[in-house]
């Protein structure tokens, strides 16, 4: 039977690429160089129906949106409470590379800036996980505890795609030559004893799991895979507990969309989370997950015609939660 969704999302897409407002992320080197005009929208529901339309097969990196998948991971791996007592849960109304360290304990304020995300990524489980031997050239050698932690988080993102993804080194290795600044959050880290270890090594892993390669498609089944409280809809694994998928969707509500979250939530009214590559993935509890493409950028670091997308999806579905 012929599905009337697909011809829908075509048409959201197609008319959202009108506007041709905003920057690509330049601070990436490798980013700057995107192809600005590709773009893409998928929908993935939880029980496993998904429909797509644009350049559905493109592949970008992940980028940001790896940071909820990621935080619960590790709320699995070692319990909500031992996260929390590094990383908080409060929105920090500033850009997300911001330090946003609470008074006293250091604490990066949310997991969805780049300081939480810095330290969730150091606190995923290693015990028992090979480390990644994906074919790194020889000369992004990283230590054996770096490729122990990325390979327990590749695993995990693959889980939560249904399928195995790959890490974009030539990405990678562009951020990395250039991330003082992140490298600066993790000497602030460092010092309140949030993470523990060599601080390049933490950004070293947290900036490859930035640099994973995905495609809308994947990112929609990823957000179903939240959505149906942690479990894959197509695989059918349970990548992660239901707890841990209702918390990440928690924080994504208050934190996910940076300093534009609030305004997000009342116009959109749909946990988000979005990324410097273009993405925004958004997550309707217990039906759907949403993800959208393409590479300009506002201000704030989210996609303009991502957050447009969201609008009209919002608007003619009706899916404003509140
Ligand atoms: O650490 C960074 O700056 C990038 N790897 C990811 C930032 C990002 O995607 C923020 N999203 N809007």
């Known amino acids: 039977m012929h599905s009337p969704i697909p011809d829908y999302l075509l048409e959201v897409l197609e008319s959202c690429a009108q506007d041709r407002s905003g920057e690509l992320a330049d601070y990436i080197p490798e980013l700057a160089s995107a192809d600005a005009d590709r773009h893409a929208l998928a929908l993935g529901t939880t029980d496993g129906v998904s429909y797509s339309a644009g350049d559905a097969e493109a592949q970008f ?92 988080v590749l695993a995990g993102l693959s889980a939560f795609a249904g399928r195995e993804l790959h890490i974009d080194y030539s990405v990678a290795e562009s951020e990395f030559e250039e991330s003082y600044r992140n490298r600066a959050i993790a000497n602030m880290l460092r010092t309140h004893d949030i993470i523990g270890g060599e601080p390049t090594e933490a950004v070293r892993g947290y900036i490859d799991q930035c640099a994973v390669l995905v495609t809308v498609r994947d990112l929609a089944l990823m957000a179903a895979t939240l959505a149906g409280g942690g479990v894959h809809p197509v695989t059918g694994t349970q990548v992660v507990s239901a707890a841990a998928a209702r918390q990440t969707l928690s924080v994504m509500a208050t934190c996910g969309m940076y300093d534009g979250s609030g305004r997000w939530l009342a116009r959109i009214g749909i946990p988000a989370k979005s990324g410097v590559s273009g993405a925004i993935i958004g997550v309707l509890p217990g039906q759907v997950g949403i993800a ?21 999806l919002s608007q003619d579905m009706g899916l404003h939660l509140m």
Request: charged fraction near 25%.
């Open 61 to 152: 990196t992940i980028q940001s949106v790896s940071k909820p998948f990621v935080y619960a991971l590790a709320i699995d791996d070692i319990g909500l409470e031992a996260v929390r007592a590094r990383v908080g849960v409060e929105p920090s109304g500033e850009a997300f590379n911001e330090l946003s360290l609470e008074g006293g304990t250091g604490r990066p304020l949310n997991p969805m800036i780049n300081a939480g995300a810095i330290a969730t990524h150091q606190l995923v489980s290693t015990e028992g996980c090979e480390p990644l031997d994906d074919g790194a050239p020889e000369r992004l050698a990283r230590t054996e505890s770096v490729r122990a932690r990325t390979g327990r």
């Open 292 to 312: 959208s493409f393409a590479p300009r950028l506002d201000s704030e670091g989210n996609s303009v015609q991502g957050v447009e997308m969201f609008e009209r």
